[in-house]
């Protein structure tokens, strides 16, 4: 029977969902092939999210076997050189390919990426708030380790960047900057050495890429989930709480 008191947060779900496919042309999601499990917990989400279809699997690459695999060594013990290059690219075929199409803005998302429901009500009024910025990149989740500055209720300024790209957008301005910084061919990659972890957020944010015009909403809206990793070997590490305590450290007061 037909209730006139929907429930709220069905409304909220397809508010989300609607400003997210108005706003972004294209979306994707980077899953290695042998990842299937992380690929069904992703799916699962944007199906409950009124999303299926609309965020496009996007193949990783994935280097540890054929003419790279030894190369691979662990930075910090911890890391491994040829996982971090393989998101690396991965990022890179998607902006590579989003500029070759002529698309404005293009949202990534990792296959870690866990959405937030009980923030997904940010969503809808932050990207009102972007569109009114020359914003290059916009994080809808990270990990936040720089203090951001206000610019609305639902908008905060990110100027000095963040670590995690488990879900951002990236806007044309920005285009150009990433294809330069990112190298294509992955034993510049490799033997490059240059940070003691030679991730892309890393890269990105000391090369002063993902700094300037990049914003995020308020409160945080993506955070990572937990799950066996193909980058590093760190184990029983909740990323997600970690994730939102440095958003709310960093965060400016209302």
């Known amino acids: 029977m037909f209730s006139l008191f929907r429930d709220p947060h069905s409304r909220g779900i397809k508010k989300f969902a609607k400003a997210l496919r108005a706003f972004f042309p294209e979306a994707f999601c980077i899953n290695l092939d042998h990842r299937g499990d992380r690929w069904a917990f992703f799916e699962g ?3 409950k999210l009124g999303l299926a279809g609309f965020v496009k699997r996007f193949p990783g690459v994935y280097l540890k076997t054929g003419e790279y695999a030894p190369r691979d060594r662990l930075q910090q013990g911890k890391y491994s050189i040829l996982s971090c290059c393989g998101v690396m690219l991965s990022h890179r075929g998607i902006v590579k390919m989003a500029k070759e199409a002529g698309m404005e803005k293009v949202l990534v998302f990792e296959d870690d990426a866990w959405v937030l429901e009980e923030n997904i009500g940010a969503l809808a009024p932050a990207l009102l708030d972007l569109e009114k910025q020359d914003w290059r990149a916009f994080f809808l989740g990270a990990t936040h380790n720089r203090p951001m500055t206000r ?3 639902n908008l905060l300024k990110v100027p000095e960047g963040a670590h995690g790209l488990q879900a951002i957008a990236y806007h044309a301005r920005i ?6 910084v990112l190298p294509e061919d992955p034993m510049e990659w490799i033997e490059a050495h240059r940070y003691p972890v030679d991730a892309i957020d890393v890269w990105l944010q000391n090369e002063g890429v993902l700094t300037g015009e990049i914003y995020c909403p308020d409160p945080i809206i993506v955070v990572q989930k937990e799950f066996s990793s ?3 070997n760190i184990e ?3 990323i997600a709480k970690f994730q ?3 958003f ?3 965060r400016p007061a209302n």
């Not at 285009?175 to 330069?180: A, S």
């Open 175 to 180: 285009y150009d900057d990433l294809l330069r």
């Open 45 to 47: 989400q944007m199906k």
């Open 248 to 250: 709310n450290r960093f």
């Open 151 to 153: 610019v609305t209720p």
């Open 244 to 246: 939102i305590d440095h």
């Open 236 to 238: 029983n590490f909740d």
């Open 230 to 232: 193909d980058i590093s």
